[in-house]
């Protein structure tokens, strides 16, 4: 058990083969220590899967072994119960589990840390109710226990979790109790106690306040009297995050410039180095000191580089990106966030190949999982037949009683039965739903490079055209596009107005490059809250692009392109219609290599929304029509109806 526990991270798989043995012989021995141990790490490997809720459920099996009447002596047909009681207060000190006859040694994991356990997982499953409910019982224990850094440690964490929940008066009761302590060995914990009074005092719009409870924070953080390890300067970042919300950018600065002078001198997280030296990067830019913010950017790329840290070398870049565009050099800023995005896409597309390992790795691990508990409903019932046997021998019981206790028997295999045909099922339907996020990640990361594409074909227009102001003017707002597009794109759902400035960005860059093509209007109806209505990204864009470049575009005089927004009950629905030469006419029109070419983006646009629909039970529609079929420019309509679905942060 030991082995597979500090095995686990490294491989599931071999880790859960150690534990099915441990597990045999835990219920062999009826020896409930172990039997509990096996399902904390159990746990532990559900939850390093994702596989929260599996994780919940063995940890209560771990707390449930631990009050279990179990069988300690046997002589001569005559048995003894004994009951082994949750609140052991001595920890696992000797976790040998050493057999005499059938009594244990103490646990690894006794029931105080198996409910601080069950409480964090649940909160990563997202109940977080129950979690408060957890976590508040294990917040007497501690008390109980007179562990003072766990108790002020688990109201922080009460008080995270009602702040996640928006509720900043709740979350203020839990953090001014861990402040109300004192003394040098507490000080980490009442350090995160202050600066979340600050936060929920940000949250309620009190900023003066805030600075007020970030300034104890950092007094209360100089009480800590050593800085050779990463704590001080964690808890320096969190205060510094706290300042930043409120705009004090000069206490910010400080604390920063400390982060990053004290992690150099130590040299030993190359990664927290990095972060800090970015995040102050960021402080300088905003405060216009772009020389100091050049230089730590440059020092953080370096650093990525030499560590071979992608994500963190895409970060510098995007910082360097942002200097460039401050000091005006449009062509630098450019080429700094195009090796942002394509060091992004190489990140994303390493992350798309874990996950899909990790989905195979977890349905491996499931079906160990699946025989964990075969075994263990195999041994239970092997042990009630003994027992059932023993006790008929003993008492000579009736022939009527024997067929009853078979019938009883039955049904109970009858039930273990549909339960594994029940929880086989629900294993399957979270695997189906996590291919399907799979794919409909992979679609979303299809539409930048085809978007990026047909930008950077407008840019070359104006290049070719040698109209050099009007390609500069164009890099831009391109610019300035492309950085609103990659960043939205990485969530999977938008409101309604980050998706409509979006959208007339780019109208508005097409436009510039056809002005004596069309002209164009977006028309949204007053009585729709633009905050409240959720849409997937450039869900709207292809369309729109289809309507100039293969409608608008081929006119002799000036077409029109019309967008408009409107809300029809619980539906959305967005109109983009052009007077353009029309769908047929169109396929007429286009080059023998224009032919050749799929519309990637309205394909790619078709598949999400199928996949949307299956995943969230919604109604996601589109409508395409001719406008004038009685014309010779027939004109498109697209019609495009969208559920509401509000809140999908």
């Known amino acids: 058990m030991n082995r597979a526990d500090s095995l686990f991270v490294y491989n599931p798989g071999q880790a859960l083969q150690l534990l099915e043995s441990a597990l045999s012989t835990a219920i062999q021995n009826e020896n409930v220590y172990l039997e509990s141990d096996c399902y904390v790490v159990i746990a532990k490997v559900n939850n390093h899967l994702g596989q929260h809720d599996i994780a919940v459920r063995n940890l209560r099996r771990a707390q449930s072994v631990r009050i279990r009447p179990v069988q300690v002596s046997r002589s001569n047909s005559v048995e003894t119960e004994s009951t082994v009681s949750m609140d052991e207060d001595a920890e696992g000190v000797s976790y040998d589990y050493t057999i005499s006859g059938n009594t244990t040694s103490s646990a690894k994991y006794s029931s105080y840390r198996i409910q601080k356990m069950l409480g964090t997982s649940l909160r990563r499953q997202g109940l977080l109710a129950e979690a408060i409910t957890e976590l508040e019982l294990y917040s007497q224990l501690a008390s109980a226990r007179s562990d003072t850094l766990e108790l002020i440690s688990t109201w922080n964490l009460i008080g995270d979790i009602y702040l996640n929940l928006n509720q900043p008066n709740q979350a203020q009761t839990y953090y001014e109790r861990g402040a109300s302590y004192t003394g040098t060995e507490l000080m980490s914990e009442v350090v995160k106690s202050n600066v979340g009074i600050g936060n929920a005092e940000v949250r309620r719009g009190n900023y003066d306040r805030a600075v007020s409870q970030y300034v104890i924070a950092e007094e209360s953080l100089n009480q800590i009297e050593t800085r050779t390890d990463t704590l001080p300067t964690q808890l320096s970042t969190r205060i510094a995050e706290g300042y930043s919300q409120v705009g004090r950018t000069d206490r910010e600065i400080a604390l920063r410039s400390r982060n990053v002078a004290d992690l150099a001198e130590r040299a030993e997280s190359p990664s927290r180095l990095i972060d800090e030296e970015v995040s102050l990067a960021n402080s300088y830019l905003s405060e216009g000191n772009t020389t100091s913010a050049f230089s730590l950017l440059n020092q953080a790329k370096n650093r990525a580089e030499a560590s071979g840290d992608l994500a963190r070398l895409a970060s510098a870049w995007k910082g360097l990106s942002k200097y460039f565009e401050a000091e005006g050099d449009v062509s630098n800023a450019l080429n700094a966030y195009r090796n942002f995005v394509e060091i992004t896409d190489s990140v994303e597309a390493a992350e798309r190949e874990r996950l899909s390992a990790q989905l195979a790795g977890a349905n491996t691990v499931n079906q160990q999982l699946l025989r964990l508990e075969s075994l263990e409903s195999e041994m239970r019932v092997s042990e009630q037949r003994m027992l059932l046997l023993q006790q ?110 979006n959208l007339e960005r780019y109208t508005k860059l097409e436009h510039s490059r056809f002005d004596d093509k069309f002209s164009y209007e ?95 039970k919604t109604q996601y529609h589109i409508e395409v029509s001719d406008l004038h079929p009685d014309k010779e420019n027939t004109g498109t309509r697209v019609v495009v109806r969208i559920p509401n679905q509000p809140n999908h942060e």
């Open 392 to 501: 008929d021998k003993e008492l000579q019981s009736s022939a009527l009683r024997q067929r009853n206790s078979i019938i009883i028997f039955l049904s109970a295999g009858l039930l273990l039965v549909l339960v594994a045909i029940t929880w086989i099922i629900v294993v399957s339907r979270k695997r189906n739903r996590a291919n399907q996020m799979l794919a409909l990640k992979s679609l979303r990361a299809q539409m930048n490079p085809h978007f990026i594409f047909n930008a950077l074909n407008s840019i070359n227009g104006f290049i070719s055209r040698k109209q050099e102001k009007e390609a500069n003017k164009y890099l831009a707002e391109f610019s300035k596009l492309m950085r609103s597009v990659l960043e939205d794109s990485q969530e999977e759902f938008l409101s309604l107005r980050d998706e409509l400035e």
């Open 522 to 616: 977006i028309d949204v109806d007053d009585s729709i809250d633009k905050d409240q209505w959720s849409i997937p990204p450039m869900l709207l864009q292809p369309y729109v692009e289809n309507a100039v470049w293969h409608g608008l575009r081929y006119l002799e005089s000036p077409g029109l392109l019309s967008i408009r927004v409107a809300e029809e009950g619980s539906i959305l629905t967005v109109t983009i219609e052009d007077n353009g030469v029309g769908r047929t006419k169109s396929q007429t029109l286009k080059t023998k290599n224009q032919k050749k070419n799929k519309s990637t983006g309205i394909k790619n646009t078709a598949e999400r929304l199928i996949l949307l629909n299956e995943l969230y």
